[in-house]
Every structure is written in C-alpha cells, then in structure tokens.
C-alpha cells in the first residue's frame, strides 16, 4: 500500500469514528480547547494537489511550475518523477538537485509551493452542522473562528456550544469548543488555536 493510501485510509477511519463521537458528544463531557495550540515550530509540509513552482539556477529551461500528482510525485523536466509529499519545500529542492546532478553540474534549486492543500493528516476538517461542511489546509495560527468564517457559519439546527475539536495529533483527544458564545455573542475568549490534523465537530440540536 503506497503513502498516499495509507494516509486516506486512516483519515477515513477517523471520519467513520467521527460519526458516532458527533452523535454522543452532547452527553459526554470534554476539556476546553487549550487557546494556544498551534506549533511554534510549524513548517509547511507540501501535499497532494499542491502545486509547486521549480527553479534551477541559471537553468531556465529546466525550471517551472508542476503540479503534485495524487500519488504525492512530480516530474520535471530531466526528473522522472520524484515523491514530494509529506516534505517541505526545502527537503524537495535538496532531492531535486541530487537527481538533477546527473545532469547539471552543481544545480541550485529552489521550491516555492505556489497552491496550498497539504497533506490529508494535517487538514483541518468541518463536519456537521456547519453551512459548508468541508476540508481546509491548515496555516499557522489558524483559529476555530478562521475555520468557522470558511465554514459559512453554523446551520440554524447547531448546537454550538456543544461542539468539539477532535485532535488527532494528540491521540483523537476531544476538546470542547463554545461556538455559539464565539460567533452570536461576540465572545472573544472562546476562540481557540487549530493544530494540524483536527477534525471540528458541530453536533444537532435536539430543541
């Protein structure tokens, strides 16, 4: 099983499991979401449907914009193809001018990601009563109200203040999240950092 189908696969587990936290989360009681979150250290790991813009010094004939295949490869010219996901952008020049030094001598080159998506473990993803229910790549200091304005806001059945954030780079811990506190009442201090990976889980209201 290659990379990339193995990291759909555990996201897919955790969306199935999602389902049924989401229909218990009302019951079940969780610690508030920590207001910092996010790595201070956070580098940009590049993902499938990214796409990334190649230079090679002095060498424009081999420089160019590709895009990251949905095996996580690219190919470039003198490059068959070479695996970029799951790397950053200068882990990728590093590989590149090894393969590119068959050909050229000393190459410098430079990655710059142009379009972002990500990789699937650091998504963050919407489910449930949101308006627009969806996956977004994960920036540095994203907060629950980023997530929320892209989400279009919260259906008119959501149960804001009993929603969650399913961290899964802490073992699919559960944090609760006052929505309805942060987006109707203008209540700054329940916004709250996003880290890479979390799955935001807005339930229904029963009344």
């Known amino acids: ?31 508030p979401a920590p207001a910092q979150a996010a790595a201070q250290d956070y580098t940009y790991i590049i993902g499938a449907g990214d796409s990334v813009n ?5 060498n424009p004939e081999l420089s160019m914009s590709v895009p990251v295949r ?8 003198l490059v068959d193809e070479v695996m970029a996901q799951g790397k950053t952008s200068v882990q990728l020049a590093r590989e590149l001018e090894q393969v590119l030094g068959k050909y050229v001598r000393d ?18 993803r919407v489910v449930g009563e949101a308006a ?6 994960f920036k540095s200091k994203m907060t629950v109200l980023d ?19 399913l961290r899964t780079s802490e073992g699919n811990k559960q944090y609760s999240v006052r929505l309805d506190d942060l987006i109707k009442d203008g209540d ?11 799955i935001l889980i ?5 009344f």
Not at 54 to 58: E, G, L
Not at 202 to 206: A, G, K, L, N, V
Request: charged letters at 10%; aromatic letters at 8%.
């Open 54 to 58: 190649i230079s090679v010094w002095r």
């Open 107 to 124: 190459p410098i080159v430079t990655v710059m990601v142009n379009g972002f998506v990500g990789p699937y473990s650091e998504q963050i």
């Open 202 to 206: 807005i339930p229904q209201s029963f």
């Open 70 to 77: 949905p095996d996580g490869k690219v190919s470039a010219p």
């Open 132 to 137: 627009k229910p969806q996956f977004l790549p």
């Open 188 to 198: 700054v201090s329940a916004n709250v950092e996003m880290r890479p990976g979390d």
């Open 147 to 165: 997530v929320m304005i892209a989400a279009g806001g919260l259906t008119d059945f959501a149960a804001g203040n009993r929603a969650t954030i």
């Open 1 to 31: 099983m290659s990379a990339t189908a193995a990291s759909v696969g555990r996201v897919f587990g955790v969306l199935v499991a999602v389902a049924s936290l989401a229909a218990c989360s009302s019951f079940r009681s969780h610690p």
